[in-house]
């Protein structure tokens, strides 16, 4: 019999350090903030906790982690964590996200709606500045992102400031008849960066850009069309002051 007791409590603790060591390992994920999947006694809850929830004007994304607890992104990029209870879900924190005063069709800045984990329980957000810029038949979109640890008492620390997030660019090539003939329907060199952020382990992502160069054949550039990319892992602890990425790539507007 106690062979039997000794045999099942090895096999239980076997079982349970199996099942702590995988959720300790289980992998950082970046999770995203949708739309519409509040029911409306979870909204109830909220609104009653937090009034800005309550407007009509306000919309809503939310998405739940690991640990179940609740989390809403708004449109006016104010984020809360609500975690559950017997009673519904009760107000943990809030962070309101200040962003540019000012907005105009030139530069507007928001929240991304994702959740970026530096670790299993710590969280960060990302503030984008959005660019636009016009020039003789061409333009630009640019982005940059700058990166926010969500602290206690809704205190905010940043650690990314101003990184490449995306780019897209055209620049007239055509001015003549002559250029039009030439440019067989393509009468723009243009170029286009992305960015695809991969957590790989508490305080360390990795950061994948990709960048493509499309020039016209009426181009009196003398760049090539090509496609590139580039992965840097970024120890968020030390992250430094920019990426180490070309310098074309790394376009932040005209000044």
């Known amino acids: 019999m106690n062979t039997k007791i000794n045999f099942i409590r090895v096999m239980f603790a076997t079982i349970s350090l199996s099942l702590s060591t995988s959720i300790f390992a289980a992998p950082l994920k970046i999770l995203e903030f949708k739309k519409g999947q509040l029911t409306q006694v979870e909204q109830t809850q909220l609104c009653e906790q937090v009034k800005e929830l309550c407007l ?30 017997s009673n519904g879900f009760k107000l943990v924190r809030e962070w309101s996200v200040v962003t540019a005063e000012k907005e105009d069709v030139i530069h507007k800045q928001y929240v991304f709606p994702k959740l970026f984990p530096l670790t299993q329980q710590r969280y960060a957000i990302a503030v984008i500045d959005q660019i636009s810029e016009m020039y003789s038949g061409g333009g630009a979109g640019i982005e940059r992102a700058s990166f926010y640890e969500l602290k206690d008492a809704g205190l905010m620390q940043q650690f990314v400031k101003n990184y490449p997030f995306s780019l897209n660019r055209m620049i007239r090539a055509c001015f003549s008849e002559q250029d039009y003939a030439r440019s067989k329907g393509h009468c723009h060199d243009e170029d286009a960066l992305s960015l695809d952020i991969r957590p790989m382990k508490p305080m360390l992502w990795q950061f994948r850009y990709s960048y493509n160069l499309s020039v016209s054949p009426a181009s009196d550039s003398e760049e090539k069309s090509y496609k590139r990319s580039k ?21 932040a507007g005209m000044e």
């Open 56 to 85: 009509q004007s306000v919309q809503l994304r939310s998405l739940k982690t690991v640990d179940q607890n609740l989390w809403i992104l708004s449109s006016r990029n104010n984020i809360t964590q609500f975690k559950p209870s």
């Open 231 to 251: 992965i840097l892992n970024i120890d968020l602890n030390h992250a430094p002051s920019q990426p180490n990425i070309p310098v074309q790539w790394n376009y």
